[in-house]
T-cell receptor
Framework: EADIYQTPRYLVIGTGKKITLECSQT?????MYWYQQDPGMELHLIHY???????EKGDLSSESTVSRIRTEHFPLTLESARPSHTSQYLC?????????????FGPGTRLTVL | GESVGLHLPTLSVQEGDNSIINCAYS??????FIWYKQESGKGPQFIID?????DKRQGQRVTVLLNKTVKHLSLQIAATQPGDSAVYFC??????????FGAGTTVTVRA
């Protein structure tokens, strides 16, 4: 079982609210990722970080922002949520060891914006 | 066993049979591939990986086959069990620490 945690697990909010999805890992991994996933569909990378103070946008454009002030923490923020942001958000982490690129995933946050 | 030649979004398999899930990848420069299993309400869980210098790799009840000529990856599950019901994703890596995920296959195991 991977030691990566996401809170909240479920969130229902109204349009225009600011939200922060939390992600923490206790494995000391330097690399962390955020994915967006609609039910049963493929995962789309929206943000990633290769270390503290390093953040990059992923392949899918997103209005969210991220920060990486500590190795273990990679929160995602939406300044003004809209119904189009309704989705599942998955956080993952990995380390570069022996050329393996396995990513460990958290349980996800299912966001519904009304 | 039951198998699909091309990627299909769903696969129904009888308990105890073998199942084969197929995946086509896009980039011939990809050198590392992973299969993940995602159960309802959970994040993806690592099943098995394979590097591009290998054609086959076996794990516990699972085997991954890689055909670089046609850019095709498959996951074979032996003696499929009810606990194998999930969505399965293949992912490829191009040596930049990012994974690119394919469309998933929903496997349903019939009792």
């Amino acid at each position: 079982e991977a030691d990566i945690y996401q809170t909240p697990r479920y969130l229902v909010i109204g349009t225009g609210k600011k939200i922060t999805l939390e992600c923490s890992q206790t494995m000391g991994h330097d690399k962390m990722y955020w994915y967006q996933q609609d039910p049963g569909m493929e995962l789309h990378l929206i943000h990633y970080s290769y270390g503290v103070n390093s953040t990059e946008k992923g392949d899918l454009s997103s209005e969210s922002t991220v920060s990486r002030i500590r190795t273990e923490h990679f929160p995602l923020t939406l300044e003004s949520a809209r119904p189009s942001h309704t989705s599942q958000y998955l956080c993952a982490s990995s380390e570069t060891a022996g050329g393996h690129f396995e990513q460990f995933f958290g349980p996800g946050t299912r966001l519904t914006v009304l | 066993g039951e198998s699909v030649g091309l990627h299909l979004p769903t696969l129904s398999v009888q308990e105890g049979d073998n199942s084969i899930i197929n995946c086509a990848y896009s980039n011939s420069a990809s050198d590392y591939f992973i299969w993940y299993k995602q159960e309802s309400g959970k994040g993806p869980q690592f099943i098995i990986d394979i590097r591009s210098n290998m054609d086959k790799r076996q794990g516990q009840r699972v085997t991954v086959l890689l055909n670089k000529t046609v850019k095709h990856l498959s996951l074979q599950i032996a003696a499929t069990q009810p606990g194998d019901s999930a969505v399965y994703f293949c992912a490829e890596n191009q040596n930049d620490y990012k994974l690119s995920f394919g469309a998933g296959t929903t496997v349903t195991v019939r009792a």
